[in-house]
Structure formats: C-alpha cells, structure tokens
C-alpha cells in the first residue's frame, strides 16, 4: 500500500458555506468554489473518500439528490450535507435570475461565492460583476482576529 496525502486549508469565514468556498479555492487555483459542474454524479465516486468527492457531491445535489440519499451513499453528517445543499440551492437561484440586483449579490457574497463564480453562474465576466458589486458597494472586509484568545 502508499501513503497517500491528505491536504489541509485553514479558511475563514461567517458561516461554514463561506469558509468551505474559501478553502476550496485555496487548494486548487483553478477551482472557483463548490462547483457542481467540475465531476458527474457517480454514485460509487459518493461512497469513497477522495479528494475530488465534493465535486461529485456538488453534482448530485445539482441533479436533486436528497440530503438523505448523500447520507446513505457517504455517511457525510446531515449538517455539513445541509450546508452543501445551501451553495447549490443558491448556485441555483444565480443561475435563473436575469438580473442580479443587491441582495442577490450580497447574500452570494456571504456564502462565499467568488466574483468569477458568480459570473459562471449568471453568464457574465469577472470584471461586470466586481463593478457591479463596487457600485453596490459590497466590499470585501477585515476583521481583526484575536489569534491568542
């Protein structure tokens, strides 16, 4: 047998969506975040830990598996299940809007989807939506961090 590495990402974020979106951009530069169109669903794919399993899970919730189903086929815990379905159902809602007014943008901004990815989704480029998102004024922001508490 080979050993196999297992790569690590520390991502910060509000909410568990935004942090794993940040993470999975970390680890792959080309990889814009929970993206359900990068694996096909394989259901034998679900039942084994790999490093490309999110992309297949990605996919299945696209194609409407239940949070139930991915439980049974990954013995993923139904909060973090849960929590995947909330980036496709929104990746969902990008992809039907005609136009992105600021709510939809500043709610796709705090569950971590990137500029790039919210053009993929709406069919638009990088550049419109950062300046769209400028002129909306949602600006990315920094908190400072306690790091000793």
């Given at each position: 047998?080979?050993?196999k590495s ?10 568990f ?13 080309n990889?814009?975040g ?22 297949v899970?990605a ?12 439980y ?5 815990d139904?909060?973090?299940?849960e ?23 500043k ?11 919210i ?5 638009s480029?990088?550049l419109?939506?950062?300046?769209l ?9 920094v ?7």
């Open positions: 047998s080979s050993m297992v790569g690590e990402v520390m991502a910060i974020g509000r909410n969506e935004e942090a794993f979106q940040k993470a999975l951009r970390m680890v792959d530069e990889v814009n929970f993206d359900p169109y990068i694996k096909n669903v394989n259901e034998n794919e679900l039942r084994e830990p790999t490093d490309k399993r999110m992309f899970l996919a299945a919730l696209k194609e409407n598996y239940t949070v139930d189903k991915l049974e086929l990954t013995k993923i139904r909060w973090f299940l929590k995947f379905k909330n980036i496709i159902d929104y990746y969902n809602i990008l992809e039907s809007v005609t136009s992105i007014d600021y709510e939809i943008l709610k796709a901004k705090q569950i971590g989807f990137s500029d790039k990815q053009a993929a989704a709406v069919k480029t990088e419109a939506v950062r300046k998102r400028e002129e909306y004024n949602i600006i990315p922001f908190k400072k961090i306690d790091t000793v508490a």
